[in-house]
């Protein structure tokens, strides 16, 4: 069954760092376009980052120049790198197809204290 397992989330100061990690099933990450995602309360579901199986990286403008995303295909790994974090930042992270096209996994919580 496709399966996507999201850590890394947790509570940091401004300008601080994370980095999350997603593992994702053979399945669901040969030869796709995987994206970070995140929902802030009260928000729908936006796509921050996506990366090609290639590695060609697109990011929403809210987070360009502080996240980075990554990818390792022998461990169907996907990766967002957080710096410079913000209040704003804090939401749920979600991996996925960049289109969204696998059931969602449990997120994880990143909470950004001013």
């Known amino acids: 069954q496709a399966q996507l397992i999201e850590s890394g989330g947790g509570l940091v100061q401004a300008g601080g760092s994370l980095t999350l990690s997603c593992a994702a099933s053979?399945?669901?990450?040969?030869?796709?376009?995987m994206g970070w995602f995140r929902r802030a309360p009260g928000k729908e579901r936006l796509l921050v980052a996506a990366i090609s199986f290639d590695g060609n990286t697109l990011y929403a403008d809210s987070v360009k120049g502080r996240f980075s995303i990554s990818r390792d295909n022998a461990r169907n790994t996907v990766y967002l790198q957080m710096n410079s974090l913000k209040p704003e930042d804090t939401a749920v992270y979600y991996c996925?197809?960049?289109?969204?096209?696998?059931?969602w996994g449990q997120g994880t919580q990143v909470t950004v204290s001013a």
């Open positions: 996925n197809t960049k289109w969204g096209t696998t059931p």
């Open positions: 053979t399945r669901i990450f040969n030869s796709v376009t």
